[in-house]
């Protein structure tokens, strides 16, 4: 075909001589050297063979294991493969299956963690730097991370080699995330505010009333203390009370902040 298919580095000047004996490929070259080579090329493909059905034999335990819930094992098999989307996978049933029996989430993860060696620490946390880079994965990713930070001591981590680089990589995404995580949880009081305003417009309705019994909305405080801007000003320890004692008794003062068109007009005149 013309192609070059391999080359091989052995001399450090020209070679003169080239003979092929017994399976064997001896050269010798200007440097004063004999090299001799062996083909290798059927054992090479033999052993991507072996390696390929070894592959397919753990990937086969690791989909049993996970039928039977034996997360230890499958997650062992995972990290032995080095597939990390298999870990994320064996990890995330392990935690939906342990909230699912009412268990906290971290109950056979930190099971697991503690037996542990610092090499595979190291690699699940390179695992979590990954995951942690999209918004799906990082609430698995920081679970990890809570699990080994809470089981080992910190000067356990310390002495693990490119750890600090690996949480350093973690971190501005984890603050990403929960700066994420509080503008959702902040907008999902309008769903309260959007059901309480239905309910009034529905009349009487039982279901609405019992959601609403049972329901913590987020009211507005009825004495507001402390800092009310006014005309890009500040009033410090402003409070309702003493607005109301301040000419209570007229209905019709009209309080004016800032400068009024009328009162420019009237002074031109």
């Given at each position: 075909?013309?192609?070059?298919a391999?080359?091989m580095?052995?001399?450090?000047?020209r070679?003169?001589?080239?003979?092929?004996e017994d399976?064997?490929?001896v050269?010798?070259g200007?440097?004063?050297r004999l090299?001799?080579?062996r083909?290798?090329?059927?054992?090479?493909e033999?052993?991507v063979?072996?390696e390929?059905?070894?592959?397919?034999?753990?990937?086969?335990k690791l989909?049993n294991?996970?039928?039977f819930?034996?997360?230890?094992q499958?997650l062992?098999?995972?990290l032995?493969m080095d597939?990390?989307?298999q870990?994320?996978?064996?990890?995330?049933?392990?935690?939906?299956?342990?909230?699912?029996?009412?268990?906290d989430?971290?109950?056979t993860?930190?099971?697991?963690?503690t037996n542990?060696?610092?090499t595979?620490?190291?690699q699940?946390?390179?695992y979590?730097?990954?995951?942690?880079?999209?918004?799906?994965n990082?609430?698995i990713?920081?679970?990890?991370?809570?699990?080994?930070?809470?089981s080992?001591?910190?000067d356990e981590?310390?002495?693990v080699?490119g750890?600090?680089d690996?949480?350093?990589?973690?971190?501005?995404?984890?603050?990403?995330?929960?700066?994420r995580?509080?503008?959702?949880?902040a907008?999902?009081?309008?769903?309260d505010?959007?059901?309480?305003?239905?309910?009034?417009?529905?009349?009487?309705?039982?279901?609405?009333?019992?959601?609403e019994?049972?329901?913590k909305?987020?009211?507005?405080?009825?004495?507001i203390?402390?800092?009310?801007?006014?005309?890009?000003?500040?009033?410090?320890?402003?409070?309702?009370?003493?607005?109301?004692?301040?000419?209570s008794?007229?209905?019709s003062?009209v309080?004016?902040v800032?400068e009024?068109d009328?009162?420019?007009?009237?002074?031109?005149?």
């Amino acid at each position: 075909s013309n192609e070059c298919a391999f080359t091989m580095d052995a001399h450090d000047d020209r070679i003169w001589a080239l003979d092929l004996e017994d399976g064997l490929l001896v050269t010798g070259g200007a440097d004063s050297r004999l090299k001799m080579f062996r083909d290798t090329t059927k054992e090479l493909e033999l052993q991507v063979r072996e390696e390929e059905e070894q592959n397919i034999l753990k990937e086969q335990k690791l989909a049993n294991h996970l039928r039977f819930k034996e997360y230890g094992q499958a997650l062992d098999i995972a990290l032995d493969m080095d597939k990390p989307r298999q870990v994320l996978k064996v990890l995330v049933a392990m935690v939906e299956n342990d909230l699912s029996n009412g268990k906290d989430a971290l109950v056979t993860l930190k099971s697991h963690v503690t037996n542990w060696a610092m090499t595979r620490v190291s690699q699940i946390l390179k695992y979590c730097r990954e995951w942690n880079t999209r918004a799906r994965n990082s609430h698995i990713s920081m679970l990890t991370v809570k699990a080994i930070v809470t089981s080992f001591a910190a000067d356990e981590l310390a002495l693990v080699d490119g750890l600090a680089d690996i949480l350093s990589g973690i971190a501005p995404y984890a603050e990403r995330h929960f700066e994420r995580i509080d503008k959702l949880h902040a907008n999902s009081y309008l769903i309260d505010f959007a059901l309480l305003t239905m309910g009034n417009l529905d009349g009487d309705n039982d279901e609405y009333l019992e959601w609403e019994k049972s329901s913590k909305l987020v009211l507005p405080p009825k004495v507001i203390d402390g800092r009310v801007q006014i005309g890009g000003k500040d009033i410090v320890g402003f409070r309702e009370a003493e607005s109301e004692d301040e000419d209570s008794t007229s209905d019709s003062d009209v309080l004016t902040v800032g400068e009024s068109d009328s009162e420019d007009s009237s002074e031109d005149s």
